[in-house]
């Protein structure tokens, strides 16, 4: 069998004592838009607010929350950020270790799935 054969999973094991919120790709755009849209003279918070504790298939756990975005170079300037997957970093910055498919995917030393633990 090939490689488009193989099914992967990734078990995330989340705390229960840790909050959750869920942010759709439209979420995320309305935060990557935001920040263009100030780096381009717009005034914005850059910041969405859900109340989606409701929601039948993904209910945030908390009643309310803001998520507000931050450029990089504002946020990390007393630490590098952290680890990142691999993949994600070659499809978004190009670069990265050239791994296999399959180790592509699986998370390096001290990074959790779906992020580093410092939260990146």
């Known amino acids: 069998m090939g490689d488009d054969n193989i099914t992967r999973i990734i078990v995330i094991a989340i705390d229960p004592e840790t909050e959750q919120i869920y942010l759709t ?10 920040l263009d849209r100030t780096k381009e003279g717009d005034t914005s918070t850059c910041t969405i ?3 989606d504790n409701k929601h039948p298939k993904y209910p945030q756990t908390m009643d309310a929350i803001s998520v507000t975005a931050v450029e990089d ?12 997957f691999p ?11 050239e791994r296999s498919n399959e180790a592509s995917d699986q998370p390096r030393s001290g990074e959790v799935a779906g992020g580093s633990p410092e939260g990146s």
């Open 25 to 34: 790709r439209r979420n995320l755009l309305a935060l990557l838009s935001k």
């Open 87 to 97: 993949a994600d970093e070659k499809r978004i910055y190009g670069i990265g270790n």
């Open 49 to 51: 607010i859900k109340y």
């Open 73 to 84: 170079e504002d946020y990390y300037t007393d630490r590098s950020p952290g680890a990142m």
